[in-house]
């Protein structure tokens, strides 16, 4: 086990000075497009998602792909054509997503895997587990333990205003759940000791200066994707899993693929998206920790407006002459790429970049139109979120049978 462990590290060898940096931590770019995902596909040993792989989905699924995949917004996989064998087959799967609540409120990044795992659910008609690691924020971030527990809640608030089938979706805050269900701890510790102190430094980077809590925590992401984690749902059944997910998590989910085959179980598959980079440029993601680099589901609109108005990088020119004649730059302009996320139309899509690469459209005029986009789908977000109860939360977060 040693010697493929100490593979996962999240530095490759061939790294220098110029490579992107992502990580569960941290993720920056020196070029000002963003992160070279093509090279990370390479260095973390994934796989493309390629056409003939979106007309397999299409094919299985009897449904169009989601624009995020088109787009290559979730552009690489691990084993993902071993899921859809599964379906072909008629057997089961589930889907195990997660989000670390560290503000009281989502930014529109962390929409993106939110809502393509509703569209997962949706097509596949799959059960969806969905952890909350407060724990885990408590260790990284200044939280006092009641805290991360009330940020859970309201951040369960915005995860189920994305319209996840109750019926079908558990959400559990792993400092709740850990007490609940003693098969959750057994599988963490089946995990921890399957990992040693030497492999998960190389995997996560750790320090000796790092808090013992830290070290020991990768297990309690991992133990999700094993299905006896959750009795209650799936018995004494091993039911293979998907995880959708930004890709700066694969660490985590490496470390699991290598352990689950020796606890018995197939290796968790994966789908990976990419970064929605900050308001300030694509070198680096949208973060919770800075106010003016995210646009949070809880903005007003004049917030909304005044942030990408003020904030967000323009890829245009430096006079409205040279911009008319040269034309913008859509790989780094920001309200272009907030739009390939967020604007369903691939028509609009294509008539924008137009208009703006050929300096018909200015910069002004392409803020406009994300400010009208964004504003749209935060209203709606947060029309939906008011009509959340702490009983809707507490059903969600019961354990019980999913259909």
Known sequence: ??????????????????????????????????????????RFGSSKIDDELLMRIEAATKKPVHHFLKREIFFSHRDLHSILNLYEQG????????RGPSSSSLHIGHLVPFIFTKWLQDVFNVPLIIQLTDDEKFLWKDLKLDEAKALSVENAKDIIA????????FIFSNLQFMGECPSFYGNVLRIQKSV??????????????????????????????LSSTFPFIFGNEKVPCLVPCAIDQDPYFRMTRDVAPKLGYLKPALIHSSFLPSLQGADTKMSASDLNSSIYLKDTPKEIKNKINKYAFSGGRETVEMHREKGGDCNVDISYQYLKYFL???EELIKIEKAYTSGNMLTGELKKILIESISKIVKEHQTKRSKITDDDVKEFMTPRKLT
């Open 1 to 42: 086990m040693a010697s493929t462990l100490e593979n996962l590290s999240l530095q490759s060898k061939e790294d220098n000075i110029e490579d992107d940096v992502v990580d569960p931590w941290n993720v920056s770019s020196k070029n000002k497009t963003g992160i070279d995902y093509n090279k990370l596909i390479r």
């Open 162 to 169: 994305c319209g996840f089938d109750k019926k079908n979706t």
């Open 91 to 98: 057997k089961p799967f589930y889907l195990y997503t997660g």
């Open 344 to 346: 369903e139309s691939d």
């Open 196 to 225: 040693t102190f030497n492999q998960v430094k190389g995997i996560f980077g750790f320090g000796d200066s790092d808090v013992i809590g830290k070290i020991a925590f990768p297990a309690v992401q991992a133990a999700p994707c």
